[in-house]
């Protein structure tokens, strides 16, 4: 059976990657895609009291348990299923369900360290980073934090001036350099959107002629 093809889209937070990678998805739907993103893999702090949750740096390469979500990624692309890890953003640690996923033709791996390790980078066909101003993203995460992850407003600026600011212009940004498209602005920019669908057809088409 032949590989599935994997897609990495990455970016700051808020820089509108989640866009991005729903846009593609949507557009393959009538085939077989699957969206794995790795903050389902933030890793289990369910053994620490809630004050310790909330002082973790998130955007930290260390927050993340890699190792299974590339053992995940490595099941699906041998077209095993695998039972996805759920994270719980109000209590700052993986909950106790998890979702059985079925392998598909296609995979879009999305987050904001997905380009760090090496071996993930390995396991993509394509990379893409979304290159978002840093203006831009601060006022989306407000927005979304506040809606939907139950923050205030002076915890999302605290966290965002102390950690998320720092460790984007560390971890993040630099992994620009590993892709092989840079997408400015992010899910509104259709001419990229559209480079990248055709691009995926391609792939498709040639590896169904294989
Ligand atoms: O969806 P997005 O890429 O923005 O998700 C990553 C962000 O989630 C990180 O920048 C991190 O600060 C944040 N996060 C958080 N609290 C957690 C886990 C992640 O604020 N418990």
Redesign the pocket.
Known sequence: MKRPIVIGVTGG??SG??TVSRTIFEKFSDLSILLLEQ?YY?KDQSHLPFEE?LK?N??HPF?FDNDRFISDLESLIAYKSIDQPV?D?AK?TRSDQTIHREPKEVIIVE??LILEDERLRELMDIKVYVDTDDDIRIIR?IK??IEE?G?TLDSVIQ?YLS??KPMHHQFVEPTKKFADIIIPEGGKNQVAIDLMTTKIASILSESNKA
């Open positions: 937070s808020g990657k989640t903050d933030y949750r973790t998130y955007d927050a994270y953003y700052h987050g904001i995460r979304r934090d992850r923050r966290q950690v998320v």
